[in-house]
């Protein structure tokens, strides 16, 4: 299919922009002069203009088409990708996440459109699922073969090879992709930006939606995404590469979970409870962690693969908000839920730096500090779980 073709290499770079500097962590700390607060905001940079670029994106979807949407959005991401690798300091690195986060931010949502408006509505759980876990080997190249090239070649080298990557993807992006026929409204009328907001923050459904969506991929991906490489070293004594083992685990954790349930949902065909008893296990795997975590290395592996495993409930949590959408603000209404994803990723990230900076001062040790994060994690998870439960499952009748 010419969508994974044109668009699969382009969310690699994707994923992997949102999960690698948990693995350099340390030496991107010492080069740039920060700590854990401005490490966290660092990483917050990239959700922030991801969300914040999701509004204008999902109207560019819906009336310009995605081919121009995503050629001058990844050049954009491009520039912040080698800007990134020659950072002197933590405003210009912020600067360059940002960037990035713009040049990601129509990746997947022009894939989910050309797919809505592309195959039968049966497929699009299965189809996101597939591209998600392929999309996740991002996950994997930002984990373990990210912190060896980091330990052979210095932080910065790898990085700049990583923007050669995405100036390679960009490119691919623009020659391949293709736009679908203009979809109007029943009354022949388009609706704006601002109209179109309007009609679907006009859906009970998605006010529902919105806890879990703002929390559930937000926790998984801040902690693959920054603190588990700091954990495993700060709690267990690991090195950078063997961290970076310990967050590869994770990482084909999350792989196997998108594919895991993409096939369950093909197989229930239902995807409310999967999305429920997924968040809810994924809730009792960091209270395990909180509780016995810092007890033996092995353990704490396992539960933070079954947490990428279980917890990695993103596409066909997508999957159920898009049933609620009208066809004309398909690409609005997904890049809306969209924003509540990875502005929540943007908040918990930041929000979990100046959690673990507040514990310290506090005189929590590193045990304890991250301990008391797993447990605030499963806390959040379960009240979005215990309000998720009144979502409807399918839009009410007409």
């Known amino acids: 299919m010419i969508v994974f073709l044109a668009l699969l290499p382009a969310y690699v770079l994707s994923i992997f922009y949102r999960s690698f500097l948990s693995v350099i962590a340390t030496p991107v700390m010492k080069d740039l002069g920060i700590g854990p607060r401005e490490l966290g905001f660092l990483g917050a940079a990239w959700f922030i203009a991801f969300a914040l670029a999701q509004f204008p994106i999902g109207w560019a979807l819906d009336r310009i088409g995605?081919?121009?949407?995503?050629?001058?959005?990844?050049?954009?991401?491009?520039?912040?990708?080698?800007?990134?690798?020659?950072?002197?300091?933590?405003?210009?690195?912020?600067?360059?996440?940002?960037?990035?986060?713009?040049?990601?931010a129509p990746i997947f949502m022009a894939s989910l459109f050309l797919f809505a408006r592309t195959q039968a509505p049966a497929r699009f759980a299965f189809l996101t699922s597939v591209f998600i876990g392929l999309g996740s080997i991002g996950n994997l190249?930002?984990?373990?073969?990210?912190?060896?090239?980091?330990?052979?070649?210095?932080?910065?080298?790898?990085?700049?090879?990583?923007?050669?990557?995405?100036?390679?993807?960009?490119?691919?992006?623009?020659?391949?992709?293709?736009?679908?026929?203009?979809?109007?409204?029943?009354?022949?009328?388009?609706?704006?930006?601002?109209?179109g907001l309007r009609s679907i923050l006009a859906l009970r459904q998605l006010w529902l939606l919105a806890p879990i969506t703002l929390v559930?991929?937000?926790?998984?991906?801040?902690?693959?995404?920054?603190?588990?490489?700091?954990?495993?070293?700060?709690?267990h004594g690991f090195?950078?590469?063997?961290?970076?083992?310990?967050?590869?685990?994770?990482?084909?954790?999350?792989?196997?979970?998108?594919?895991?349930?993409?096939?369950?949902?093909?197989?229930?065909?239902?995807?409310k409870p999967l999305v429920l008893w997924g968040t809810i296990a994924t809730a009792l795997a960091f209270a395990l962690l909180a509780a016995v975590g810092s007890a033996s290395a092995a353990p704490a592996i396992g539960l933070f693969s079954l947490i990428g495993a279980v917890g990695f409930t993103y596409a066909i949590l997508m999957a159920h908000a898009r049933v609620f959408f009208p066809t004309h603000l398909l690409g609005r209404g997904m890049t809306c839920l969209n924003f509540l994803f990875i502005a929540g990723a943007a908040l918990v990230q930041s929000g979990s730096g100046w959690f673990i900076e507040a514990q310290r001062q506090a005189g929590f040790d590193v045990a304890a500090t991250f301990a008391n994060l797993h447990w605030a994690f499963a806390g959040l998870l379960l009240v979005s779980a215990a309000i998720y439960v009144f979502t409807p499952e399918r839009p009410e009748p007409a």
């Open 66 to 104: 995605p081919r121009r949407t995503v050629a001058v959005a990844m050049a954009i991401g491009s520039a912040g990708a080698l800007l990134f690798a020659s950072a002197g300091d933590a405003m210009v690195g912020t600067i360059a996440m940002a960037l990035i986060g713009l040049g990601c």
């Open 141 to 195: 190249v930002g984990a373990g073969p990210l912190a060896i090239a980091a330990a052979h070649y210095g932080w910065r080298s790898s990085m700049l090879a990583m923007a050669g990557a995405f100036v390679v993807a960009t490119v691919l992006a623009a020659v391949l992709l293709r736009d679908p026929p203009r979809a109007e409204q029943a009354s022949g009328k388009s609706e704006g930006l601002i109209e």
């Open 216 to 235: 559930g991929y937000a926790i998984v991906a801040t902690v693959r995404g920054l603190w588990i490489a700091p954990f495993m070293s700060g709690v």
């Open 239 to 271: 090195d950078a590469v063997s961290s970076g083992h310990a967050a590869t685990a994770m990482a084909l954790a999350m792989v196997i979970g998108a594919f895991m349930y993409g096939g369950l949902e093909k197989a229930v065909g239902r995807v």
